[in-house]
C-alpha cells in the first residue's frame, strides 16, 4: 500500500490547500486527492485526464476528487468510474472527509452550499512539500460576477482571515525555516471589509511586516488592478521585502470588451497603475491575466488588448482562450470560432513571449538574490525570474537566499554561478 498522493491544479490558493490536507490526511491511507481547477473548461478537462491518469499508475487506490470543479459540478465526476468520492471546498478541509467508505458503495458526494460560508481561516499546513515557498491563504471567495467567471460559484462569496491569525501563521513559518511567503486568495485585493473595522491588504501587509521582522520575503498573488490602493501601492513601490513582482487580473484591453465582461477598470486605468508603480520601483516586473477571443472580440478590439502587453510591460503573460462556462452571461453571447479564438492566444503568447525574452537577457551579468528550490539547484530571484545553476554548485542549501550571478539564459531559465 502507497501514502496518499495529492495532484493539484489550478491557482496558488489550491496549493495552500493541498499542502493543509496533506497534513490532515493519514499517512497509510492508499489514495489520490486530485484538488481541482474549473477556471476554463480547459482546466476542467485536465481533472479528468488527472484521474485517469491516476488510477491507471495506482488501480488500487480510492480517488477522491476535490476544489472548484467537484464544487461546480460534482455529480459529472461522481460518474466517473475511477472516483470514489467527490468532495466540496468545505469538506476537503474535514478529516473526516477523506475516510474509506465500506466496500461496494457508489461514488459519494459530499458537496454543501459555498454561497452559505461565511468564514474562513488561514488553512494550517505544516511544511510545503514540493516547494521552498510557503502560500498561505488570506481571503477566499469573490462578491464580482465577471461574466465569463464560474468560480464565485466554486468558491463563494469574498471573506477574509484576520489579521492576527494570519500573522501568527506567518511567523510559525518562519521558525520552520521558510524565507519566503506568498499570500494567495481568489480576490486578494478585496481582503477585509467582512472584518471588524475593515482593514484593506496594505493594512494587513503593513502588519505582516512589523510583527514578522524576521520575514525577509513577502510575495502577493494575482491583485485586482482596480483595488490597488494609495496604501498598497505605496508598499509595493517603496518596501523592499514585498517582491517586485505583481501578476494582475486585467483580462483585455479594449474598453467595450472590458464593459461586457463586467470588470470595474478601464484600459486606461490600467496602464496608468502600471505606469506609476514602475516610475517609483524600476525593477518591477509585471505578470497578467490575459483573455483571448471573448465573446463579440473584432479584431481591432483584439489589437487594442494586443497592445496591452507592450503598454503595460507585461513579461509573465498568463493567455486564457476564452471557453463558454455554462450558467454565465458570456456563454450567451455571440462566440467566436474556435479557430480565431487559437489564433489570438498564440499571438498574445507570442508578443508575451518574446517581451519576456527581451527582459531576461537583460538581466545577463547582473546579480540576482535567488530563493533555492528543493533541488537544490534552481530557485526564484526576487522578480519572479527562474535561475538554474549548474550541478556542480549543488549544495545544502535548499531553502536559503543566495547571491546569484547571471551568466547566461536558456530558454525561459536564467543560469549562474553563485555570486
Keep these: 500500500m502507497s501514502g496518499p498522493e495529492l495532484i493539484t491544479l489550478g491557482c496558488r490558493l489550491n496549493i495552500a490547500e493541498s499542502e493543509a490536507i496533506r497534513a490532515i490526511v493519514s499517512e497509510g491511507d492508499d489514495l489520490v486527492i486530485v484538488n481541482s481547477c474549473a477556471v476554463t473548461a480547459e482546466a476542467v478537462r485536465q481533472t479528468r485526464q488527472a484521474i485517469r491518469r491516476a488510477k491507471r499508475a495506482r488501480p488500487d487506490a480510492r480517488v477522491i476528487v476535490t476544489g472548484c470543479a467537484a464544487q461546480i459540478e460534482p455529480e459529472s465526476f461522481a460518474a466517473m468510474p475511477e472516483v470514489a468520492r467527490v468532495i ?67 468558491r463563494g462569496n469574498s471573506r477574509s482571515v484576520p489579521a ?17 511567503v506568498v499570500l494567495t486568495g481568489v480576490d486578494l485585493t478585496s481582503y477585509g471589509p467582512d472584518l471588524p473595522g475593515g482593514p484593506s491588504l496594505g493594512q494587513l501587509v503593513e502588519r505582516i511586516l512589523r510583527h514578522v521582522p524576521a ?31 505583481i501578476h494582475l487580473s486585467l483580462q483585455a484591453g479594449d474598453d467595450m470588451i472590458l464593459k461586457r465582461m463586467k470588470r470595474r477598470h478601464s484600459r486606461a486605468q490600467s496602464v496608468a497603475i502600471v505606469q506609476k508603480l514602475k516610475a517609483a520601483r524600476q525593477d518591477l516586473v509585471i505578470g497578467a491575466d490575459i483573455i483571448a477571443g471573448f465573446p463579440t472580440e473584432t479584431e481591432a478590439m483584439f489589437e487594442n488588448t494586443l497592445a496591452l502587453i507592450d503598454d503595460c510591460d507585461v513579461v509573465y503573460g498568463h493567455v ?26 498564440r499571438r498574445l503568447r507570442e508578443a508575451a513571449a518574446l517581451r519576456q525574452r527581451r527582459w531576461l537577457e537583460s538581466l545577463t551579468g547582473t546579480k540576482q538574490k535567488v530563493l533555492i528550490e528543493l533541488d537544490g539547484l534552481s530557485g526564484h530571484a526576487e522578480n519572479f525570474a527562474r535561475v538554474r545553476l549548474a550541478p556542480r554548485f549543488r ?10 550571478a547571471i551568466t547566461g539564459l536558456d530558454g525561459t531559465t536564467l543560469t549562474g554561478v553563485p555570486a
Design 164 to 180: 492576527g491569525a494570519v500573522v501568527e501563521r506567518i511567523k510559525a513559518l518562519v521558525d520552520e525555516g521558510y524565507r519566503e
Design 395 to 404: 549544495r545544502n542549501d535548499t531553502g536559503k537566499i543566495m547571491d546569484i
Design 320 to 345: 486564457f482562450p476564452y471557453s463558454p462556462r455554462r450558467g454565465t452571461p458570456a456563454a450567451l453571447m455571440p462566440q467566436l470560432e474556435r479557430s480565431v479564438i487559437k489564433d489570438r492566444a
Design 215 to 245: 520575514l525577509p520575503r513577502l510575495r502577493l498573488s494575482s491583485l485586482d488592478s482596480v483595488e490597488i490602493d494609495d496604501r498598497l501601492s505605496d508598499l509595493l513601490a517603496h518596501e523592499p521585502r514585498i517582491m517586485p513582482h
Design 88 to 154: 466540496g471546498n468545505v469538506e476537503k478541509m474535514q478529516p473526516e472527509s477523506f475516510l474509506a467508505a465500506p466496500d461496494g458503495e457508489p461514488a459519494e458526494v459530499r458537496v454543501s452550499d459555498i454561497m452559505a460560508v461565511r468564514q474562513t481561516a488561514p488553512q494550517l499546513a505544516s511544511g510545503f512539500a514540493e516547494h521552498a515557498r510557503a502560500f498561505v491563504e488570506v481571503q477566499n471567495g469573490c462578491d464580482h460576477r465577471c461574466t465569463f467567471c464560474v468560480i464565485p460559484y466554486g
